[in-house]
């Protein structure tokens, strides 16, 4: 396991993935689903990290029981430094915080703004689409550009999932929106006054410079475990982790359907001693 946590007996054999998507944002298998498949393929303690929501995070604790799998609160948040669209990740923090709710409330609305500025762009080259288009697709969940993509597939816009981003709403394209960000060092004390831990997601995607400035604004953690790190990237993020004294976190990004990811799931996880390090460092630092 090139890419994983390894794991011994006084870990009791747990491994923990701790970055999985839901319906609820823009991942394919609905709460449930996931935490079925996550036990199927061996795992014992994961996260639901939903992008600027938590709304399925309370079902997944009640569910986890039910399979035998420990459930950790998440959330990924989008933030923006230095003009580049940086993740964080958080952990742990109390799902009844008024301000955290407050914030993803925000959130919620600027995405559906968003959405109807993209659809507005599409519009504008003669794509046929509306808000109730995509409003059909995404449900109740939190809107994200997957949802206006199965929309053109569906509308007989696309052929594919892919050429929708490919061609018309990925990063620089043509009908492209940048969503409304918050700093890191907001996301981290919105985090933090929840009673959370923060982590940067995918680092790989990152610079060393805004690695080192994130971590001078405050973070808790790096995620050492991804699909996208090549295993020499891994123990790299390790060594940072270890030189400034951070936490460990790590998963499968998974998300489902056009992803075709299913396969990542209980291979790119880091054992439950990390998890447990969490634990402790709240306790040190929290209390």
Do not use: W
């Not at 933030?79 to 799902?95: G, Q, R």
């Amino acid at each position: 396991m090139s890419n994983s946590e390894s794991y011994t007996a006084n870990d009791f054999m747990r491994k923990a993935d701790l970055h999985l998507h839901t319906n609820k944002s823009d991942g394919f298998y609905s709460v449930e689903e996931v935490i079925k498949l996550a036990k199927e393929a061996g795992l014992d303690i994961i996260s639901i990290t939903d992008h600027d929501t938590i709304d399925g995070v309370k079902e997944a604790i009640d569910i986890g029981k039910f399979y035998g799998v420990e459930i950790i609160p998440g959330l990924e948040i989008s933030s923006d430094f230095l003009d580049t669209e940086v993740h964080i990740l958080a952990y742990f923090f109390d799902i009844d915080s008024k301000e955290l709710d407050e914030y993803l409330n925000f959130f919620r609305a600027e995405r559906y703004k968003r959405a109807v500025r993209i659809i507005n762009k599409l519009n504008s080259i003669g794509q046929s689409i509306s808000i109730e288009d995509v409003l059909e697709v995404a449900g109740k969940s939190t809107i994200g550009r997957p949802h206006i993509a199965k929309a053109m597939v569906n509308k007989g816009l696309v052929s594919n999932y892919y050429e929708a981003f490919n061609k018309y709403i990925g990063n620089g394209c043509v009908a492209y929106e940048k969503k409304v960000h918050l700093s890191p060092q907001s996301a981290c004390k919105i985090i933090n006054d929840a009673g959370g831990l923060s982590f940067i997601a995918h680092p790989n995607n990152l610079s060393d410079e805004i690695i080192k400035m994130l971590i001078d604004s405050g973070i808790d953690g790096i995620e050492t475990i991804h699909p996208s790190n090549l295993p020499n990237k891994t123990e790299y993020f390790r060594g940072i982790v270890n030189e400034y004294f951070l936490l460990e976190c790590g998963g499968s990004d998974f998300h489902g359907g056009e992803r075709n990811d299913l396969s990542n799931l209980g291979k790119y996880y880091v054992s439950g001693s990390k998890v447990d390090a969490m634990r402790n460092f709240l306790i040190r630092n929290r209390a």
